[in-house]
């Protein structure tokens, strides 16, 4: 073999050797799946949402429907793997990236949302089945002899986001306004930034183990706390650089957050957090 054909085989080889030791591209990754988290609670996955379903001998409870083929998927899925269909649909919130689709389930579930919820579901012509049942401050569902307690903590993400509690499993499913060791999204499009710290702490209070969040990994109590923390201290260094009078450009560099370097979406959306909390401080 000459040394021209040598050295063809030799970058064939390697290239081979990386392609089987890069990590798997998103496009191999799953759509959709179904995870186990505990007991009988479920974590699902479409692309980069979840929702959470419980199982109970008598039906299913469902949160987010994501979407009408999220939605249909998993109803499909539910009634192959379990035998049995959804009894309650609950909406974490407003937003159409993750209640869109309720209709899947609207012919066995009953479906449930904080009633400023619907109210916006409503003006905002969302593409999801209306809820038929609101509630104000707190409710419990109860099926099966399980329990899935329902809080409104305060604003944050938006002024109508419950958390859902799984309480024999101790599992909290938290939407948009909490995330595990991932910066919030982009600029806080329309969150209420004085009342989110507060929000998360009154999350802190409620009694649950698993955080398992609308997007991305899962996690733990002290998740709730070190995100909390990272808005608190995001506004303190942002204040601090706008009472030494230095330009929103100059402060999208100097606020670096570098103790959070290691979190998810830092590249992509440390300078929008700090767009974000500079037009807010800069309205009040």
């Known amino acids: 073999m000459n040394l021209q054909w040598k050295w063809a ?3 064939i080889a390697a290239v081979v050797l990386l392609l089987f030791t890069l990590p798997e591209p998103a496009w191999t990754q799953p759509l959709r799946e179904i995870t186990h988290i505990k ?10 949402h979840y929702s959470v379903f419980m199982v ?18 998993l109803r499909l899925e539910i009634e192959k793997r379990f035998k049995t ?10 937003h159409a990236d993750h209640i869109s689709g309720g209709w899947v389930f609207a012919g066995t579930a009953l479906i449930i949302a904080h009633e400023r919820a619907k109210a916006a579901i409503k003006s905002k012509k969302v593409s999801t089945a209306m809820p038929e049942f609101t509630f104000k401050d707190r409710h419990t569902v109860e099926l099966g002899g399980k329990h899935v307690d329902l809080y ?16 024999e499993e101790r599992v909290a499913f938290a939407v948009d306004f909490v995330a595990v060791d991932r910066f919030p999204y982009r600029d806080f499009p329309g969150g209420y930034l004085d009342e989110w710290p507060d929000t998360l702490r009154a999350l802190e209070k409620l009694e649950f183990d698993i955080l398992a969040p609308g997007h991305g990994d899962m996690g733990t109590k002290e998740h709730v706390r070190t995100h909390r923390e990272y808005i608190e201290e995001l506004r303190n260094q942002v204040e601090k650089q706008l009472q030494a009078g230095k330009s929103p450009e100059e402060i ?11 979190w998810q979406q830092y590249d992509a959306w440390r300078e929008l957090n700090v767009e974000g909390m500079l037009r807010h401080l800069q309205s009040k």
């Open 9 to 11: 085989y030799g970058v």
């Open 85 to 94: 269909t959804a009894k309650y649909l609950i909406y974490s919130h407003e």
């Open 39 to 48: 007991g009988d609670v479920y974590r699902f996955r479409n692309r980069n």
């Open 152 to 167: 409104y903590l305060g604003r944050a993400h938006t002024d109508n986001m419950i958390v859902m509690i799984f309480r």
């Open 252 to 262: 999208k560099k100097l606020v670096t957050m570098d103790k959070y370097k290691h």
């Open 56 to 73: 109970t001998p008598e039906g299913i409870v469902v949160t987010d429907p994501i979407s009408s083929d999220a939605a249909t998927w």
